[in-house]
């Protein structure tokens, strides 16, 4: 992927390069036509300005290609995070004790449809106020892998911890009451583990979305205004075809 982008902002270097050239002409045509005074440049002016008109023409179609090009670019690295090997996925989960977690899992984006493994957790919080970590996955107690259909996880689950107490939490799916069900260290400290018996809290999880990350706004408001850069380009060029005739 890197390789790629540095091929490609080679190739926009390039035609960065021709236009800058293509306005060094263009100014020297205006020099040019300054100095139509000059008895000696008006019988060259007229040849010379019929030579310089494909570089301009190639200047106004470099702008166009240069300005698609930096477009691409921006789109690209708008929609790289989703597209570059992870997925952005905001999440909301309520328990039914009333706590709230929210944030956004990123996962990796392979297999294709999912599961994806979350391979951590960015502006996560409890109730709003208590940061949160992602646990590494130790196969018993969390496998945190994220499910795009149904439930998002699995009789494994999902595990994170509360900073800076370290009590550590789990949220998998339990297909013996058919519910996602969670439950937290908070009284045995327990590593990597959950004992009701003993008093850790448990309970179920009363609602839970998950959903990718949307493009940013600016995104398709910077399409948007490429198109009508085109459409402008477009209508300008019928103009003076139609003029011509």
């Not at 996925?89 to 009333?98: E, G, Q, R």
């Not at 590593?191 to 979305?209: E, Q, R, T």
């Amino acid at each position: 992927m890197d390789d790629a982008r540095a091929i490609a902002l080679s190739i926009l270097s390039v035609y960065i390069l021709r236009y800058i050239v293509a306005i060094a002409l263009n100014v020297t045509v205006i020099r040019y036509r300054v100095n139509e005074s000059n008895p000696e440049m008006a019988n060259r002016l007229s040849t010379y300005m019929m030579r310089a008109m494909p570089v301009r023409r190639a200047m106004r179609g470099n702008l166009l290609t240069l300005l698609a090009l930096a477009g691409g670019l921006i789109v690209w690295s708008f929609a790289a995070p989703a597209h570059a090997g992870v997925i952005d996925w905001n999440f909301d989960i309520v328990l039914d004790n009333t706590d709230a977690v929210t944030g956004t899992f990123v996962t990796q984006d392979t297999p294709a449809g999912g599961p994806y493994l979350i391979t951590s957790i960015q502006d996560g919080e409890l109730n709003s106020s208590i940061p949160i970590t992602l646990l590494a996955p130790n196969g018993v107690f969390n496998d945190n892998l994220l499910y795009t259909s149904g439930e998002p996880f699995d009789s494994t689950g999902l595990g994170f911890q509360t900073t800076p107490d370290g009590v550590m939490w789990s949220i998998w799916f339990d297909s013996g009451v058919d519910s996602l069900v969670w439950c937290n260290n908070s009284a045995t400290g327990v590593s990597y583990g959950c004992n009701s018996a003993a008093g850790d809290p448990i309970g179920y999880v009363s609602f839970s979305s998950v959903q990718p990350t949307p493009l940013p706004a600016a995104l398709s408001l910077f399409t948007g205004g490429l198109g009508v850069i085109g459409l402008l380009a477009r209508r300008k060029k019928r103009k003076t075809v139609l003029a011509a005739v």
